[in-house]
């Protein structure tokens, strides 16, 4: 059946360009009235709240069936909204809603028009992202939504229900259609092409220009377990470099710009960071299935460290194992994984950045995130993003210093704003603005209700944070939402917990996430607009005070670290006080040295420049060093000659380096 139109009331008398020239007939209400607001601020800056980790069409992943519900339907709101077909008449077999929220799984599956059970704010089973929730999420100030197409295929593979396939990158080409579809959608009931409110953009100043226009700019992202098909089976690597490359190419050219390199399993490019507690085992299970390892744990070398995995039972998940295979004990003092970025997730990244994409760091584990950020810092490349409070909170500051973005997650207003008050400085520092993930449709959860008889509770109508529009209780068929008493039960009561922030942490937190937008967008514009710097020290005339000697045939020779060859290195002698210089041919600007060590490097180390090879002025030096790719930023200075000197070892050999880099930018 054909979806039906009916008008819209008000709006085709009006003529209000952010009223639908006809909505279905029945469908949920929106109830809020006001303008959107359009245009930027007396600085030239748009404005607006962030959503940057959604998962509209979940519910397309996971063979179908896991996710009840969808985000549209041109059937209308009692197709979309209604339960999967296993959960009916009690929802004994909802099988997943028993494993994510614990009883005993039952709830009344009745969706449109009562909404007796769904959604809700701890139902993790049932569509939270309808179109017109999205649409009240937008009314009431959201400017960025990123849509991350998800997807899981040992998940899939292990669920009783499917109607599909569980490959992911089929899973993922579904889930962008369907995003477009759902523009079509949107755009039909606001008079055609182009003239709805939900736009999806591909760079940041179509973005920048559908906010101006009062509307939500739409970015695809991506967050599946094994990108590409590069997953790894017992240690073994099941994709190449030639994968990456046609999968980078065909995310770009479905619109996606924002990615995660692993998720939930160690692959091929990563390890993850875990997951904790009862979940955790049963993800640990998954990571079993996939790639025929469990997860495998080291002490932490710095002051990040990765989620304690826990000994939570999940009995439904173990089922799954082998006769005699158990998910392993860990070690309380072991909290990173040994797994961090790969050689093949290191071109994944390289790629990521020749193609201008953003690289999403949550759940990468603080050792593949380590590595990861001294790539990006390496290249001076802003594009890194954390979307929803899943990396090491000790990684802030580094990642604003890149020029990058953060949001955390959705949690209660209390949490929320004691964490965005903790970062606060920092933001102030880099002149940021802040943004939350609401991971709806994502299975992890919502802001519970704070009680109806809180002292300071959010009271209806209220006034939108720019004030121009004016908010009331959300109404879907006979079900009418209260944040105070139900919580964030679906997107649509985004707005209201924004208010309950305000109430709770005060307009200060608001303020920052309503620079959001405009911070989201330097991000990425930073990362679109980013040149590759050249390197002088590429090829150029290199000495050393020593050079290792192995064998014959192998040579540690000090232009080595200038080959452009990360198989080759220089290697010194096996004492402090070793130096490699290199003559730039004439003087350049210089700012910017990275270093990429072997596995003997320099614990305290100087980097040194010259006029004549003579005369030596210290740049830059640490008596910290950890390994690694290093990157040593530091005041603009002319010179011809470049010299690392070694003052410290942090092993029993002596210095050596890949490769070094030299750069004016």
Same mark, same amino acid.
């Given at each position: 059946?054909?979806?039906?139109?009916?008008?819209?009331?008000?709006?085709?008398?009006?003529?209000?360009?952010?009223?639908?020239?006809?909505?279905?007939?029945?469908?949920?209400?929106?109830?809020?009235?006001?303008?959107?607001?359009?245009?930027?601020?007396?600085?030239?800056?748009?404005?607006?709240?962030?959503?940057?980790?959604?998962?509209?069409?979940?519910?397309?992943?996971?063979?179908?069936?896991?996710?009840?519900?969808?985000?549209?339907?041109?059937?209308?709101?009692?197709?979309?909204?209604?339960?999967?077909?296993?959960?009916?008449?009690?929802?004994?077999?909802?099988?997943?809603?028993?494993?994510?929220?614990?009883?005993?799984?039952?709830?009344?599956?009745?969706?449109?028009?009562?909404?007796?059970?769904?959604?809700?704010?701890?139902?993790?089973?049932?569509?939270?992202?309808?179109?017109?929730?999205?649409?009240?999420?937008?009314?009431?100030?959201?400017?960025?939504?990123?849509?991350?197409?998800?997807?899981?295929?040992?998940?899939?593979?292990?669920?009783?229900?499917?109607?599909?396939?569980?490959?992911?990158?089929?899973?993922?080409?579904?889930?962008?259609?369907?995003?477009?579809?759902?523009?079509?959608?949107?755009?039909?009931?606001?008079?055609?092409?182009?003239?709805?409110?939900?736009?999806?953009?591909?760079?940041?100043?179509?973005?920048?220009?559908?906010?101006?226009?009062?509307?939500?700019?739409?970015?695809?992202?991506?967050?599946?377990?094994?990108?590409?098909?590069?997953?790894?089976?017992?240690?073994?690597?099941?994709?190449?470099?030639?994968?990456?490359?046609?999968?980078?190419?065909?995310?770009?050219?479905?619109?996606?710009?924002?990615?995660?390199?692993?998720?939930?399993?160690?692959?091929?490019?990563?390890?993850?960071?875990?997951?904790?507690?009862?979940?955790?085992?049963?993800?640990?299970?998954?990571?079993?299935?996939?790639?025929?390892?469990?997860?495998?744990?080291?002490?932490?070398?710095?002051?990040?460290?990765?989620?304690?995995?826990?000994?939570?039972?999940?009995?439904?998940?173990?089922?799954?194992?082998?006769?005699?295979?158990?998910?392993?004990?860990?070690?309380?003092?072991?909290?990173?994984?040994?797994?961090?970025?790969?050689?093949?997730?290191?071109?994944?990244?390289?790629?990521?950045?020749?193609?201008?994409?953003?690289?999403?760091?949550?759940?990468?584990?603080?050792?593949?995130?380590?590595?990861?950020?001294?790539?990006?810092?390496?290249?001076?490349?802003?594009?890194?993003?954390?979307?929803?409070?899943?990396?090491?909170?000790?990684?802030?500051?580094?990642?604003?210093?890149?020029?990058?973005?953060?949001?955390?997650?959705?949690?209660?207003?209390?949490?929320?704003?004691?964490?965005?008050?903790?970062?606060?400085?920092?933001?102030?520092?880099?002149?940021?603005?802040?943004?939350?993930?609401?991971?709806?449709?994502?299975?992890?959860?919502?802001?519970?209700?704070?009680?109806?008889?809180?002292?300071?509770?959010?009271?209806?109508?209220?006034? !939108?944070? %720019? $004030?121009? @529009?004016?908010?009331?209780?959300?109404? #879907?068929?006979?079900?009418?939402?209260? &944040?105070? *008493?139900?919580?964030?039960?679906?997107?649509?009561?985004?707005?209201?917990?924004?208010?309950?922030?305000?109430?709770?942490?005060?307009?200060?937190?608001?303020?920052?996430?309503?620079?959001?937008?405009?911070?989201?967008?330097?991000?990425?514009?930073?990362?679109?607009?980013?040149?590759?710097?050249?390197?002088?020290?590429?090829?150029?005339?290199?000495?050393?005070?020593?050079?290792?000697?192995?064998?014959?045939?192998?040579?540690?020779?000090?232009?080595?670290?200038?080959?452009?060859?990360?198989?080759?290195?220089?290697?010194?002698?096996?004492?402090?006080?070793?130096?490699?210089?290199?003559?730039?041919?004439?003087?350049?600007?210089?700012?910017?040295?990275?270093?990429?060590?072997?596995?003997?490097?320099?614990?305290?180390?100087?980097?040194?420049? !010259?006029? %004549? $090879?003579? @005369?030596?002025?210290?740049?830059?030096? #640490?008596?910290?060093?950890?390994?690694? &790719?290093? *990157?040593?930023?530091?005041?603009?200075?002319?010179?011809?000659?470049?010299?690392?000197?070694?003052?410290?070892?942090?092993?029993?050999?002596?210095?050596?380096?890949?490769?070094?880099?030299?750069?004016?930018?």
């Amino acid at each position: 059946m054909a979806l039906l139109l009916g008008p819209a009331p008000g709006s085709a008398a009006d003529g209000a360009w952010w009223n639908p020239v006809a909505r279905p007939a029945p469908d949920s209400e929106i109830n809020v009235t006001g303008e959107p607001f359009k245009g930027v601020n007396a600085r030239g800056e748009v404005r607006g709240f962030v959503d940057a980790h959604n998962h509209l069409m979940s519910n397309e992943a996971f063979g179908g069936r896991l996710i009840c519900g969808r985000t549209f339907s041109e059937q209308g709101v009692a197709d979309a909204l209604k339960d999967c077909p296993e959960h009916y008449p009690d929802g004994s077999l909802a099988v997943f809603d028993f494993i994510t929220k614990g009883g005993d799984g039952r709830h009344d599956p009745d969706g449109w028009p009562t909404f007796k059970d769904w959604p809700a704010h701890d139902s993790l089973t049932h569509q939270q992202n309808y179109y017109a929730w999205v649409e009240r999420a937008w009314r009431g100030g959201q400017r960025v939504l990123v849509n991350d197409l998800v997807t899981n295929g040992v998940i899939c593979s292990v669920y009783f229900f499917k109607d599909r396939g569980c490959d992911e990158m089929t899973s993922i080409r579904l889930q962008a259609r369907k995003t477009y579809e759902m523009q079509d959608y949107i755009d039909k009931m606001f008079g055609g092409p182009g003239k709805g409110w939900f736009r999806i953009v591909t760079d940041s100043a179509q973005a920048r220009e559908v906010i101006q226009q009062g509307k939500l700019a739409v970015v695809l992202g991506v967050e599946t377990s094994e990108p590409f098909g590069c997953k790894q089976i017992l240690d073994i690597a099941q994709c190449d470099r030639a994968d990456i490359d046609r999968g980078l190419d065909e995310l770009h050219q479905l619109g996606v710009r924002s990615m995660f390199l692993c998720h939930k399993f160690d692959n091929a490019l990563c390890g993850v960071r875990f997951d904790e507690g009862a979940l955790g085992t049963a993800i640990n299970v998954g990571q079993f299935l996939s790639t025929g390892t469990f997860w495998k744990t080291e002490k932490c070398t710095g002051p990040q460290h990765d989620n304690p995995i826990g000994l939570g039972a999940a009995p439904e998940a173990e089922k799954q194992l082998p006769a005699g295979v158990a998910v392993p004990a860990y070690a309380a003092d072991a909290q990173c994984n040994t797994r961090g970025l790969t050689e093949l997730g290191e071109y994944a990244v390289r790629g990521m950045m020749k193609r201008k994409m953003m690289l999403e760091i949550d759940h990468m584990s603080v050792k593949a995130t380590g590595r990861a950020l001294d790539i990006l810092e390496s290249a001076s490349y802003p594009g890194v993003i954390s979307s929803h409070s899943w990396m090491d909170l000790n990684w802030t500051e580094r990642v604003y210093g890149l020029g990058g973005f953060i949001a955390q997650y959705m949690h209660g207003a209390e949490g929320f704003s004691a964490e965005a008050k903790r970062t606060d400085a920092l933001r102030e520092k880099y002149g940021v603005g802040y943004g939350y993930g609401t991971d709806m449709n994502g299975v992890g959860g919502w802001p519970g209700p704070r009680g109806a008889d809180t002292p300071n509770p959010v009271r209806y109508p209220f006034r !939108s944070a %720019d $004030g121009g @529009s004016l908010i009331d209780r959300q109404t #879907t068929g006979q079900r009418t939402w209260d &944040l105070n *008493t139900d919580g964030a039960a679906h997107n649509g009561l985004v707005p209201d917990w924004i208010e309950d922030i305000r109430l709770v942490g005060g307009q200060g937190v608001v303020d920052d996430l309503f620079r959001g937008a405009e911070s989201y967008l330097d991000t990425w514009g930073a990362s679109e607009g980013h040149q590759a710097g050249v390197n002088l020290a590429s090829g150029a005339a290199a000495s050393a005070s020593s050079t290792e000697w192995w064998n014959p045939f192998v040579s540690f020779a000090p232009n080595r670290a200038v080959d452009g060859d990360r198989g080759t290195r220089w290697a010194s002698e096996w004492k402090d006080g070793q130096w490699l210089r290199i003559d730039l041919g004439e003087p350049q600007l210089v700012k910017r040295v990275t270093l990429d060590w072997e596995r003997a490097y320099g614990k305290a180390y100087r980097i040194e420049v !010259s006029g %004549d $090879g003579e @005369s030596w002025r210290t740049a830059w030096s #640490t008596t910290e060093g950890d390994g690694g &790719l290093d *990157t040593a930023h530091f005041a603009a200075t002319t010179a011809r000659y470049v010299r690392i000197l070694g003052v410290q070892r942090a092993t029993e050999w002596g210095y050596s380096l890949h490769e070094v880099g030299v750069y004016s930018s």
